[in-house]
């Protein structure tokens, strides 16, 4: 088995497809990863293909000129067939229309689009309709591959591979020809493939945030799990330490090695043949090695075989990082701490990201798993770009989030009066920022913090609906906020006198959300050399 299902061949990496897991570094962003862990990098030169996916329609990569041209090479084509079949040089043909001989050659070879008289004319010599003539379907397969081949060496894709061209003429065999055009054929079609990967981790997201909303984010399996190993390195609450992570490790007959060639589209590589988890010594916190090394674990205590797709890989992920949440926030240990402040009515965020000290993201992820189930909170909860584009998102509580076609959240700009932009212009980034916000669904309460990153600066927040508030601390804020969004006036049109000021002297240059659209999975673990990979584990396999 290889897990690029579409190759066929096989080799000595098979092996470790099926012995090794790959956490990904942090470098680009994706959506739906939890807890600040950016999941998988995908590096532009990547270039282990095939992910396992269906079909995509055929699309063009001519641009208009471009398939005007193909069209005169395609007549031009007919013109000589048809020619041909009467037995006619381009002497014969010349006499007869009319035309200098190498106008015709010009013609036939799609360098010149004849006029309209010469068409009817040439129609009338070879005894055929105009319609015939100017159709879309060559003649014979060689005319129709010749005429591929054509317009592909004239292509930008072909011109930017610094390839010769091949001359095409009756001399070249029909299976050389069958050959440069299947691989063009492939070639283009893997290309089209990755450009419509971004679409599909689109729907993908949306529709495992479907899953997850209907199971209020809580996934009593994997506590079970989380708390079982718990139990056998005899951990209760509080923050779990570097030492029990280690005490974990060998429960599962791990070893850890730190390492410092790790490739570099990875964070961590698991050798499931030795039973052990590489890492890099890293300058990261100790937060965020606790996480990968649980990550890693996550995938081996799953029981989690290689992805099949996409969806597949995304909902692995919201797996291992459930995984090592409820390890960093045992279930019973944060259920109780939560309880305790819900009687009390003091529930804070930040004091369950101190008690088991983790980060805030980590802390308000976790409390979307346990509020609904534990707690009878329904929640959302986003992390937002200071641009105002949400990178992740999760509701149970009937938020309206903006949404586009596809059911995606992620990539949408928030209303502006939400409590997850307004957080930006608050001047005091250290204590929370709590906000009443009346929206077209209902009155919510959220708190928020902001966050800087390599990728700029991020709020996080949970809001929950007005019926819960009373249970938060922060209840009593005075800000207060009116979203009539999706209605355009509320913060998508500029006001009035602005408008009057402004409207039809601005042009600015779009920005495209890059990070989000990059989105394209490659191989069955997403942004991972392959390659680098297996030389990795092969080279350190016999380390002491
Ligand atoms: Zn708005």
Known sequence: MRFTHQ????????????????????????????????????????????????ATPEKSVLSPEDAEQLDIISLGRRIRHLRKAKSMTLDDLSAAVGTAPSQLSLMENGKREPKLSMLKALATIFGVGLDELLGAAPPTRRAALEIELERAQRGPLYQSLDLPKVRISSRLPMDVLESLVGLQGELERRLNEQ????????????????????RNNYFPAIEKEAAG???????????????????????????????????????????????????????????STRSVLLQAFGHHVLGHAPPTDYADFLRQRVATNYFAASLMMPEKATVDF?????????LAVEDIRDAFSVSYETAAHRFTNLATEH????????????????????????????????????????CRHWTSREV?????????????????????????????????????????????????????????????????????????????????????????????????????????????????????????
Request: hydrophobic share 35%; charged share 20%; with cysteine.
């Open 7 to 54: 190759r066929g061949s096989q080799d000595n990496s098979a092996f470790f497809a099926k012995n090794a897991y790959f956490g990904v570094l942090l470098t680009t962003y994706s959506p739906l990863c939890w807890k600040g862990l950016h999941f998988f990098a995908y590096s532009k030169n990547v270039s282990t293909p095939t992910w396992n996916r269906p």
């Open 195 to 214: 450009s419509a990967t971004p679409e599909e981790a689109r729907r993908a997201n949306a529709e495992l945030r479907g899953e997850m909303k209907e």
């Open 229 to 287: 190993l718990l139990k056998a390195i005899g951990h209760t609450s509080g923050p779990l330490s570097h030492h029990q992570v280690a005490d974990i490790a060998s429960h599962l007959g791990f070893s850890l090695h730190n390492v410092s060639d790790l490739p570099h589209s990875t964070r961590s590589v698991t050798d499931l043949k030795n039973m052990r988890v590489y890492l890099t010594q890293s300058q990261r916190s100790e937060h």
């Open 338 to 346: 939560l309880q305790k402040a819900k009687n009390a009515r003091e």
């Open 375 to 414: 707690l009878g909170i329904t929640v959302h909860f986003q992390k937002v770009h200071e641009s105002g584009i949400i990178h992740k998102a999760y509701e149970n509580d009937g938020v309206n989030f903006p949404m586009d076609h596809t059911g995606s959240i992620e990539g949408q700009a928030v």
């Open 424 to 544: 930006f212009d608050v001047a005091d980034q250290f204590s929370a920022y709590n906000q009443y916000t009346d929206t077209t669904a209902g009155t919510f309460w959220c708190t928020a913090r902001t966050e800087r990153s390599t990728a700029g600066k991020f709020s996080l927040s949970i809001g929950v609906p007005y019926v819960h508030v009373k249970w938060f601390r922060g209840r009593d804020t005075t800000e207060r906020s009116i979203s009539t969004c999706p209605d355009e006036s509320c913060c998508r049109r500029p006001p009035l006198d602005l408008q009057k000021q402004w409207a039809g002297q601005a042009w600015p240059s779009a920005r495209a959300q890059t990070h989000l659209l990059a989105a394209m999975p490659q191989g069955a673990f997403p942004g991972v050399d392959e390659t680098e990979v297996y030389s990795f584990l092969a080279h350190h396999a016999g380390d002491k």
